[in-house]
């Protein structure tokens, strides 16, 4: 049984769909971006000659290694970036976490300081000042995590692409 989606995965999951067709947007870009316009680069003869023009397929299979490996060359870097934005959104959590926890101490300062009748414009105080860096973790951990989303993006998209080549070449080429 299917469980409901809360905002968050339902948005996750619109994000994924979106990325998908951009995806397969991209790739058929790629593919066309091979061909060009038709008849691109042809000259017409001058006169009689004995060699005959590349046609589209060959004219793609020409392109194909120097695309492949632009492609190819990409994905370390973006592997790089991907383990560095994990890393990122890791340490950003650490300090969501601990600003979480002095923000939750002050909470309980300041209650006690109300319950006492002690100086609640001082524990007041505090309690905005550890507020504010919570709310600056929590936003610092909310960039690092759409970082770190793109980064993936960026990796599957190059994987599909890198794909997608290979599979052109490895069906129209000899």
Request: glycine fraction near 10%; hydrophobic fraction near 45%.
């Amino acid at each position: 049984m299917a469980r409901p989606l809360d905002s968050q995965e339902g948005e996750r999951q619109m994000r994924r769909t979106t990325l998908a067709a951009t995806g397969i947007g991209a790739l058929v870009a790629v593919s066309l971006a091979l061909l060009g316009p038709a008849g691109a680069g042809a000259q017409t003869p001058s006169g009689p000659t004995t060699t005959k023009a590349p046609n589209l397929i060959e004219t793609v299979c020409g392109k194909l290694p120097s695309l492949l490996q632009s492609v190819t060359d990409a994905l370390p870097q973006a592997n790089d970036a991907l383990t560095t934005a994990r890393a990122t959104v890791d340490a950003k959590r650490l300090a969501m976490t601990a600003a979480m926890a002095e923000l939750a101490g002050a909470v309980v300062n300041h209650l006690g300081a109300l319950d006492a009748g002690g100086n609640s414009a001082a524990t007041g105080a505090i309690l905005k000042g550890k507020q504010a860096i919570y709310v600056d973790s929590v936003v610092a951990w909310s960039k690092a995590r759409t970082q770190l989303f793109d980064g993936e993006q960026q990796l599957v998209f190059g994987e599909l692409q890198k794909t997608m080549i290979d599979s052109i070449q490895g069906r129209a080429c000899p």
